[in-house]
């Protein structure tokens, strides 16, 4: 297939050229050897045949296209292999292969100055669809220190690589020659070094960020899980940050997310929890967004989906809601034939409150039937996703456009992309926004860039639809837990934000929400389901109230007749108090009154302590004497009460209204302002002797004492003090 007019012959001899070469070779470098160990993977054994053929259709598709002038390499248009053998479905298979195209992507401009370095073109007439398996094994090939691959007995040759790997054997000196000149032209340890300085970051991210995991609660309790690991050596922590033991901590946004150091990955999926779905691996700003979901929600509400991505994120809504009435629908599945895959695979999950339609999100109708009880709409849309650390695995559980590793290999997304991404999540924002029965949006990305961001739902607030019927959108804080002071200053704006670090990936998340309809009551079971989404009702089950309400309405039913008793056995005492000292005044005094109406102002209900009501409608009491009742209107002494204060269901029992008229009391002050702050807390019942026409009131006004004594200025603490027998 291949014809050279130069081609040099390969012999023994070479191989002490060689040895000069290796240790300047790639894989002698830190960063490519983390990448190794991150898979599990020896260094040395190289890949199957498939691999390198899967590798390079991934390659064709998102190399880096330069201008007719610069171009060295010519690649083809159409796949390698339209076929590809059943283990390429394997998820260990898929990842081995995108971790590969990846490589050889960032390191594109340099593996191909080496294959014009060495001759090998132009000077080996290759076809063009051949010149991405060429990239693909050539940087494997360097990895490997330019030794041997190992091929097993079983494994199923192609002939297109074998016939690439031994157009690489036979240049391999050249080869190994052209990159030590190449990294002593660029003066750097590892041709890793000349890589753009976003690009290590994110390789150094990728390398120490942990694994998160959520429990799907619709078959197992956290507690159990817990209990589970716990069983097989794992220990609790608080932080896995650089620990290398077999340990795990619980998410401090997400109370059913669980944190693993990275290393354990192929251990953790040889257990049962992972094997039976109990925990499923997925990135945390996926939890962070249905957990957002979950905090607006009502018993009864529905929520709609839109580019979820990943299956996970669905069946992680599902679990969250497993004791709601709530249904979940999911948009864009075009295919009919998935349907099914899908139904089994949510049964698999023990999800059964989800709905598949087959419409884009665009194409359905704001008014559709299906959709009005939709109170929440959880919008995920495509984004540069910049804020991931570790591009292959972010691809691969989300279901993510192969076009990301192009932008991660360059350190950054065009203007002309960001610009597309941008108008299309302002579409879907808008167009969600128009659904008159939803009452909130959750909108989530994990871009780094503003305007994919605070751009478009700033954009989209401004710009709303006012006709349409419904309150506006506003932008709300976030409902998560700020659980640091870096979050909280990136939360000022009301958007939660979290950066790339070493322990998570990036993420944006905005809610927005409107007032609910005045029209539209909502009943106790929604404010209690929304309070126990938030941790607010921890230790009490909302489905065990009925026995308790009929026990308190009974206990109300008997709280009425209990009052009346009280009410007539303290108006006794009263009665007969008031009677005894009506005498013992008429025999030292004459006190003349005017008769007057009461206003209801001076009367006072009684109760039992536990019930503080306003006054109602007096009703005549037989046991007040007469002379009491015709009394002058004044303003009365508040005597101090020592209510204790109940529960707000304990004031709607209907009492009956008492009414209590207390003695007169005068005293010779000169305004009820002086007297007030020199009043003692208790009850003093003074007699003195005045002018016939004078009107006894609670405060009198001046007034002329007895004769030959002077009014007094203060009332001393030592007077008479009358028993009070009511009390």
């Not at 030590?180 to 750097?188: L, P």
């Not at 009491?621 to 209107?633: D, R, S």
């Not at 707000?648 to 209590?660: H, N, Q, S």
């Amino acid at each position: 297939m291949f014809s050279s007019t130069s081609e040099p012959p390969f012999s023994d001899e070479s191989k002490t050229d060689i040895s000069q070469f290796a240790s300047l070779a790639l894989s002698g470098d830190d960063a490519s050897s983390r990448g190794k160990n991150s898979t599990g993977l020896p260094e040395t054994t190289g890949h199957p045949d498939s691999v390198y053929v899967m590798a390079a259709n991934i390659f064709q598709g998102i190399h880096i296209e330069k201008s007719p002038e610069k171009i060295l390499i010519k690649y083809g248009h159409e796949p390698l292999l339209r076929s590809l053998p059943p283990e390429s479905k394997d998820e260990s298979f898929q990842r081995l292969s995108y971790e590969l195209a990846f490589s050889a992507l960032k390191y594109q401009d340099i593996l191909e100055t080496i294959l014009i370095d060495s001759c090998i073109f132009p000077s080996t007439t290759i076809p063009d669809h051949l010149s991405s398996l060429i990239i693909v094994m050539l940087y494997d090939f360097q990895d490997r220190k330019f030794q041997a691959r190992f091929l097993s007995d079983n494994e199923e040759s192609i002939a297109e690589v074998q016939e690439v790997e031994n157009l690489l054997n036979s240049f391999k000196t050249k080869l190994a020659a052209a990159l030590a000149r190449y990294r002593i032209k660029h003066d750097a340890l590892s041709i890793y070094h000349i890589l753009p300085e976003s690009v290590k970051k994110q390789e150094l991210r990728a390398s120490t960020l942990p694994l998160y995991a959520w429990i799907n609660t619709c078959k197992i309790s956290p507690e159990e899980v817990c209990h589970s690991l716990k069983g097989k050596g794992y220990n609790k922590v608080k932080s896995i940050l650089h620990i290398d033991d077999k340990v795990f901590a619980v998410d401090q946004h997400c109370y059913d997310v669980l944190i693993f150091p990275s290393h354990l990955k192929s251990d953790l999926l040889n257990t049962d929890l992972f094997k039976d779905y109990k925990l499923i691996f997925q990135d945390k700003s996926r939890s962070l967004a249905v957990h957002s979901v979950k905090a607006l929600l009502n018993m009864d509400d529905d929520i709609l989906m839109v580019n979820t991505g990943s299956w996970y994120t669905v069946a992680h809504m599902s679990a969250l809601t497993n004791n709601n009435s709530s249904k979940i629908f999911v948009c864009g599945v075009q295919s009919q034939a998935k349907h099914p895959d899908l139904k089994n695979l949510f049964t698999t999950f023990g999800c059964k409150n989800i709905e598949i339609l087959h419409q884009t999100f665009l194409n359905i109708e704001s008014k559709d039937n299906r959709l009005q009880k939709v109170k929440v709409i959880l919008l995920l849309p495509r984004c540069s996703g910049l804020g991931i650390s570790n591009p292959v695995e972010f691809i691969l559980n989300e279901h993510e456009d192969t076009g990301l590793l192009k932008d991660f290999s360059q350190g950054g997304t065009s203007e002309d992309k960001l610009h597309v991404l941008a108008q299309q999540q302002y579409e879907q924002l808008t167009h969600a926004m128009k659904f008159t029965k939803a009452q909130a949006v959750v909108y989530c990305t994990c871009s780094v860039y503003p305007e994919e961001n605070e751009g478009v739902v700033k954009k989209a607030l401004e710009f709303q639809d006012r006709g349409i019927k419904g309150q506006l959108y506003r932008l709300s804080p976030p409902v998560l837990p700020l659980c640091s002071l870096q979050e909280i200053h990136l939360s000022t704006d009301k958007f939660f934000r979290i950066e790339p670090s070493e322990i998570t990936n990036g993420c944006f998340l905005s809610v927005l929400t409107r007032e609910r309809d005045p029209s539209e009551t909502v009943s106790v079971k929604d404010v209690l389901a929304r309070a126990a989404a938030k941790g607010l009702l921890d230790g009490i089950e909302l489905g065990k109230s009925s026995k308790q309400e009929k026990k308190k309405k009974k206990s109300k039913a008997s709280l009425p007749k209990a009052s009346t008793i009280d009410g007539n056995s303290i108006q006794m005492k009263i009665a007969e108090f008031l009677n005894r000292e009506t005498n013992a005044n008429a025999n030292r005094s004459e006190i003349t009154t005017t008769k007057t109406s009461l206003p209801q102002k001076n009367t006072t209900q009684v109760s039992p302590p536990s019930q503080v009501r306003k006054p109602s409608k007096p009703a005549t009491n037989p046991l007040v004497p007469a002379f009491m009742k015709n009394t002058a209107p004044s303003r009365p002494y508040e005597r101090p009460t020592h209510f204790v204060r109940h529960r707000p269901e304990d004031r709607m029992v209907a009492l009956k209204p008492v009414e209590i008229v207390l003695p007169p009391v005068m005293l010779p002050f000169s305004s009820p302002q002086v007297i007030r702050p020199q009043i003692p807390t208790q009850h003093f019942y003074c007699h003195w002797v005045g002018p016939k026409t004078v009107v006894p009131s609670y405060f009198s006004t001046p007034s002329i004492s007895r004769k030959g004594e002077k009014p007094k200025e203060n009332l001393p603490s030592s007077l008479l003090r009358y028993h009070r027998p009511w009390l």
